[in-house]
């Protein structure tokens, strides 16, 4: 069974910065993209930045430069390093991966079951 546990939400002032961390346990034999989403109250969910297993990164235009994916391709961590929030930037933030289980052939995404952050001002 895969399992995403993300850790690092709260409240934060604007201005500030704060981290988030996402572990993919269970029986993995490989994960493939890494990637964090949110979603504010009333909106859809959104991709905020997606890393892959060879560490290329894209974001989304609101978070260039303030946002900053990485990873860790062995303990299989994505972490997501903020700057520079806006309270807009409020939102429950989801991890998500493609991940090969090691009885099974292709991949499967898993979330992670979200973490709130709040930028006030």
């Known amino acids: 069974q895969v399992q995403l546990v993300e850790s690092g939400g709260g409240l934060v002032q604007a201005g500030g910065s704060h981290d988030l961390s996402c572990a993919v346990t269970g029986s993995i034999l490989r994960v493939y993209t890494m990637a964090w989403y949110r979603q504010a109250p009333g909106q859809q969910r959104e991709l905020v930045a997606q890393?892959?297993?060879?560490?290329?990164?894209n974001y989304r235009d609101s978070v260039k430069g303030r946002f900053t994916i990485s990873r860790d391709n062995v303990l299989n961590i994505v972490y997501l390093m903020m700057h520079s929030l806006r309270p807009e930037d409020t939102a429950v933030y989801y991890c998500?991966?493609?991940?090969?289980?090691?009885?099974?052939?292709?991949?499967?995404?898993?979330w992670g079951q979200g973490t709130q952050v709040t930028v006030f001002s």
């Open positions: 890393i892959t297993r060879g560490g290329v990164e």
């Open positions: 998500n991966a493609d991940v090969q289980e090691t009885d099974r052939e292709g991949y499967e995404p898993y």
